[in-house]
């Protein structure tokens, strides 16, 4: 037989005929455009679930698109809430910040300011807390549970609700972040949330509680870190009032 019939694969009875030439085709690169029918035809056939398919989906299109010239997605938007804003107003003097699944650090107060200080992550013009733990060198000291904390931000990624976006930022920071990044993208392995212990630069040593709160109108979230002791607390205190 020089056809592949994906329905008899997959049991779905418009599932397309792909000839064994075509199929050849795409697996060496000579046809970059396949239809959508085809695409989801393939991934059926590969058992993929269906974030996966979403991807397969949307690495087809930026290809496609890379060969007409169509551009490619652009970063997310960066913008708060006015009254989110006002929310980290009112948190102050907590620690506090405005993030994605991505990782951007969109909006925060001034003791997160002062509790991340040297650390290298508000240094960047767009800061981002997933750039920074796989790509700063200073990140693995300041995080004692660098692997833990790095778990949760390659899952955070994978659940970002859009794909367009979270594969942009991921084509972007592979190459930057190597294995220690690739090896945990595709894990999916729920990470476990414990105590954020951090080493500042100062010499200060911090153990945090951290809540998460989805601000879903906007695929945002509100997270909130508190001292689980007295001794981290004067040290957040001690922190806020040293010169930056």
């Not at 804003?85 to 907590?94: F, I, Q």
């Not at 000291?141 to 994978?158: C, H, P, S, Y």
């Not at 190597?178 to 945990?184: D, E, H, I, K």
Request: charged share 25%; hydrophobic share 40%; with cysteine.
């Amino acid at each position: 037989m020089n056809r592949i019939r994906l329905k008899q694969a997959t049991g779905a009875s418009q599932a397309p005929d792909i000839s064994i030439e075509y199929l050849t085709r795409i697996e060496q690169g000579r046809d970059r455009n396949p239809s959508i029918a085809v695409v989801n035809a393939l991934a059926d056939a590969l058992s993929r679930d269906p974030s996966e398919r979403n991807r397969v989906r949307y690495l087809s299109k930026i290809i496609a698109g890379a060969c007409s010239g169509h551009a490619q997605p652009a970063p997310p938007r960066r913008d708060v809430r006015p009254s989110v804003l006002e929310t980290l107003r009112v948190l102050e003097p907590g620690i506090a910040m405005v993030t994605n699944r991505l990782g951007d650090v969109l909006a925060h107060t001034s003791a997160f300011e002062s509790v991340t200080s040297g650390t290298g992550l508000l240094d960047a013009d767009n800061p981002n807390l997933t750039r920074c733990v796989f790509t700063d060198a200073r990140a693995r000291k300041f995080f004692t549970d660098w692997d833990d904390v790095a778990d949760e931000q390659a899952f955070d990624l994978w659940l970002a609700p859009s794909v367009d976006n979270s594969e942009w930022f991921t084509t972007e920071l592979a190459p930057l972040a190597g294995l220690a990044f690739a090896r945990r993208l595709n894990c999916h392995v729920v990470p476990q949330r414990g105590v954020l212990r951090l080493n500042h630069p100062s010499g200060c040593r911090l153990e945090l509680l951290h809540e998460t709160l989805d601000l879903s109108a906007d695929a945002r979230q509100l997270v909130v870190f508190l001292p689980v002791d007295e001794r981290t607390a004067q040290a957040v205190e001690q922190l806020r009032h040293r010169p930056h």
